[in-house]
């Protein structure tokens, strides 16, 4: 077996609210190959954002650690780039190029002609060319998050950490954005982390599928996906396998009785 | 009942019609001039100023109120013989001295604001104290202390900038939002650069209307200082030129004097504050 990209050990997570301190994650481990279409799935409290925080670097396990390519994680950097739900992570300031840019010299990767040509290079792999001298207040939800996506591959990191990208959008953008998602990762086969609440993104997004249970997170099961939720060996899709281990074993008598 | 079942009623699908005849009609020439802004507000001001010749030249005197025209003219006699571009130029020195050194102090205390939390402590005890304050209330303490001259003037005008500027600007730097504040760090920005490329521009909408606030509390301020202690320096300024025509009784120039102030903070508003809100946070889709 090849040495993992990502190796997650024992990972503990905690953040402090006004009055309480609250535990995110509770010893999870897990391993990313390079490649990997990674999702982290599970009900909001699970800390599938937190961990993705603390693989971004923006927070320290209390217990455990984080490595990238043998490195331990300590603080954020351009190497694990972060694509966040909200549309308010491209800087209104500055055009959909300008962003782009922007990742790029501000991390002093590129510079001057160099830097253009990159962003135009992704801007033009997320379908944006016509809007990339747009400002992103002029732009609907799904080219904001098309464009925060071209900026973080733009930086062409080790990691594109993505929170939900999909999660704001109508259900019609996001099963675009999911398509073109991976069609994106056929043309370069990045490394991505990806974390979601919905099972048939999982399914769909995923090779590999990380189950958390909530409060604390806890690995609840890494799973394989082909995308296509075929039935599997146990008779059950993996669409039902995964709502069996989040949800107990009334799933079935619920499907026969809809059935 | 059964006709009323989903499946015993025709579907219907149909083509959807491709071109259309007239959508969009121009508007008359009155409802464009309407629409302009400018048009409405100068129809305004030339009402305003004809309602003011009228009772003007009702009352008939000329020491309490003075007619339009008269006012115009009086405003245009000053201007050509230079008294009040003089008189102008001398406030507005020492207003961008004052405004000037209150936007470094601003600076220093935001950021220090910024940077630890005993600064935004301190930031907001002293505004709290000092900004209810109006600046016209310093200025026996500012003669006391600096004597009759610009540099009291430059104090209280100071005062006047200081806490609006700063209030704004860290109230600001506090409502850029999460995602942003995490774009930056991803990217390797810290200290200086982060504040430069990411806190700044994206307090910007508060920035300026801390700019704003700040300026027009100094204009008001300027112009009042001046009338209360008067000439410091062979000429003064606008509010010295008001007080001084008021000694004389010359009510007209008393009122250019005074539509002098207007014009001045009109055209700062309009021109300068304006042009910079259309270049970048209505640009940005920041502020509407």
Known sequence: MPEPLLDVRGVTLQYKTKDHLVTATYRVSFRVFRSDRYVILGPSGCGKSTLLKAVGGYIEPVEGEIRLGGEVIRKPGADRVMVFQEFDQLLPWKSVKQNVMFALTASRKLSGKKAEERALQYIEK????????????????????????????????????MDEPFAALDALTRNKMQEELLQLWEGTR?????????????????????????????????????????????????TQRIEKLLFGGNVEGEVRSHG | MAENRAENRPELVAEVQQSFGVVEKPLTLWERIYNNGAFRKGA??????????LYARKINNPLLFPTFSATVEALWTAISSGVIPQRTWSSIRVLLQGYGAGLVLAGLLTALATATRIGTDLLETLSSMLNPLPSI????????????GNNSLIFVLIHAVLWSVALNTHAGFRSVPESLRMVGRN????????????????AFPNILTGLKIGWAFAWRTLIAAELVFGVSQGSGGLGWYIFENKNLLETANVFAGLFTV????????????RNIEGRTVHRWGMQR
Request: hydrophobic share 55%; no cysteine; proline share 6%.
């Open chain 1, 126 to 161: 997320v379908n944006l060319v016509q809007f990339s001298n747009s400002f992103p207040h002029t732009l609907s939800g799904g080219m904001k998050q098309r464009a925060a996506i071209a900026r973080g591959m733009a930086m062409e990191p080790a990691i594109l950490l």
């Open chain 1, 190 to 238: 990045f490394t991505v982390i990806f974390v979601t609440h919905s099972i048939p993104e999982a399914v769909r997004i995923g090779n590999r599928i990380l189950l958390l249970s909530p409060h604390p997170g806890q690995v609840r099961a890494e799973l394989s996906s082909n995308g296509r939720d075929e039935l599997g060996p146990g008779g059950l899709t993996l």
């Open chain 2, 44 to 53: 305004l001001l030339v009402a305003m100023a004809l309602i003011w010749e």
């Open chain 2, 137 to 148: 209330a310093l200025l026996p303490l500012a003669v006391l202390w600096f004597g009759l």
């Open chain 2, 187 to 202: 990217y390797g920005l810290s200290g200086l650069r982060y504040v430069a490329l990411i806190l700044i521009p994206a």
């Open chain 2, 262 to 273: 207007i014009l001045i903070g009109l055209a700062v508003e309009n021109l300068i504050f």
